[in-house]
């Protein structure tokens, strides 16, 4: 046993360290619930609030305009877009706004961004109508525009997709932004491992636990390919439930020891290591529960091994 953990802390080590997160809906009929919500987990110690992008829909505020309303109110924590639609927003300007954020907050802000979920909205608000071999492609166009636009050298990028013609970048964001892809598919996981810095994994109710090892693997391969150290890549899981006594309903639903318990393997043992909760109702209290109890429980257990 003891070789075993001396193994897992090398391992750990050489793996960034631990988030936890909260995710809010962008409901415009909420802004002032959203407000507190978000000052809650701030003053709470967690690490990050996400935030969905899907700004088809009417009911939907922005993301990055509700993102700089909630930086604003709140002192500490970060915020990342859960994750932003590259088939609406062009990435130099994405890139723009992400670097204009992080310096406006203090060094605040990740980007999660994916090839957009659903064509016949996108299309409908003015967004290209795409096969999965061409969202492919796009995204892996947007990332090096994005990564390019983050530097100080003039660049261009003629793609299929995305067509810079001669960009002059700045201002450089304060320091590394980290640059995560939300995805499930082959192509867009092997993506992630040749040129991202995270994995967003869909919500616990999308891609169950017993799915995500073999969706890891791919990730593995293709950064070990790319000449890139996978435990580099952060891996975040989106996880609704409901903190509390009761077990049934969609996703994770038990007490807080059952929580900390199931976090702290999906870290080990699936490589998980951000975690957003998605609660199913009454979320000051369930934010609270999170960050109060289930979060130190589960970086004890996580020491302990």
């Given at each position: 046993m003891a070789v075993n953990r001396a193994v897992n802390r090398a391992v750990n080590a050489?793996?960034?360290?631990?988030?936890?997160?909260?995710?809010?809906?962008?409901?415009?009929a909420a802004i002032d619930e959203i407000t507190t919500l978000t000052r809650i987990a701030d003053a709470a110690g967690l690490d990050l609030v996400a935030i969905q992008d899907h700004p088809y829909q009417p009911g939907f505020l922005d993301v990055w305009t509700l993102i700089t309303h909630l930086a604003a109110r709140t002192e500490r924590i970060g915020f990342f877009p859960d994750v932003a639609d590259l088939a609406l927003r062009p990435p130099a300007m994405l890139a723009k706004a992400a670097a204009s954020l992080d310096l406006l907050s203090g060094g605040r802000i990740e980007l999660g961004v994916g090839a957009g979920a659903f064509a016949d909205a996108i299309a409908g608000m003015g967004g290209p109508s795409r096969t999965p071999a061409q969202n492919v492609e796009a995204t892996r166009e947007a990332l090096q525009v994005i990564r390019a636009a983050w530097g100080a050298r003039p660049f261009a990028l003629l793609g299929d997709h995305h067509r810079i013609q001669g960009y002059h970048p700045g201002p450089p964001p304060s320091?590394?932004?980290g640059l995560w892809v939300g995805a499930q598919k082959p192509r867009m996981l092997r993506l992630i491992g040749d040129l991202a810095d995270g994995w967003v994994c869909p919500l616990n109710i999308y891609i169950s636990p017993g799915e995500v090892p073999p969706l890891q693997e791919i990730i593995d391969e293709a950064a070990t390919d790319a000449g890139r150290d996978p435990n580099r890549i952060r891996r975040i899981y989106n996880v609704l439930g409901t903190i509390g006594p009761g077990t049934g309903g969609q996703g994770l639903n038990?007490?807080?020891?059952?929580?900390?318990?199931?976090?702290?393997?999906?870290?080990t043992r699936l490589r998980f290591d951000t975690f957003v909760f998605w609660p199913t109702g009454a979320p000051d209290t369930q934010f609270r529960l999170f960050a109060e109890e289930v979060v130190p429980r589960v970086r004890a257990l996580l020491d302990e091994g």
């Open positions: 050489s793996r960034p360290p631990v988030l936890f997160g909260v995710s809010v809906t962008p409901d415009a320091r590394e932004i038990g007490p807080v020891e059952s929580w900390a318990e199931t976090l702290a393997d999906w870290a």
